[in-house]
């Protein structure tokens, strides 16, 4: 389990660390992305900081402090969750994969974190 766990958390922080420095630069799909679904360019350096806190507390939880693991996971579902609900609201379909896979990502580290931080 702590196997599944790591990769899947891995390939999360990798994720979410990528889209976080895509945001602080302000890569042309993240602006034409938030302004298509209505979310304020000054937002940006907060959106990403918040990635790159669930990422950064999710190798935390690889780390050992499983607390923070949990912590970091949780803050990315509700995250990404808002994300999706963001696209929704807008009506923009054509690409709401990218968030839904961002938080089917955090929701399997978050389910892994929970299985192995509670065991047998």
Known sequence: MFTAYAIITIVTILANAGIAAAD?????????????????????PWLAALKAAGAAGLLLGLMGFTAVGVAAATGLV?????????????????????????LVLAAASLVLVLAVAVGP
């Open 78 to 102: 509700l995250f990404f969750i808002g994300a999706v609900a963001a696209h929704i609201r807008a009506r923009v379909h054509h690409n709401i994969v990218f968030p839904g896979a961002y």
């Open 24 to 44: 602080f630069s302000r890569a042309g799909f993240v602006v034409a992305n938030s302004t298509e679904v209505g979310v304020p360019q000054t937002w940006l």
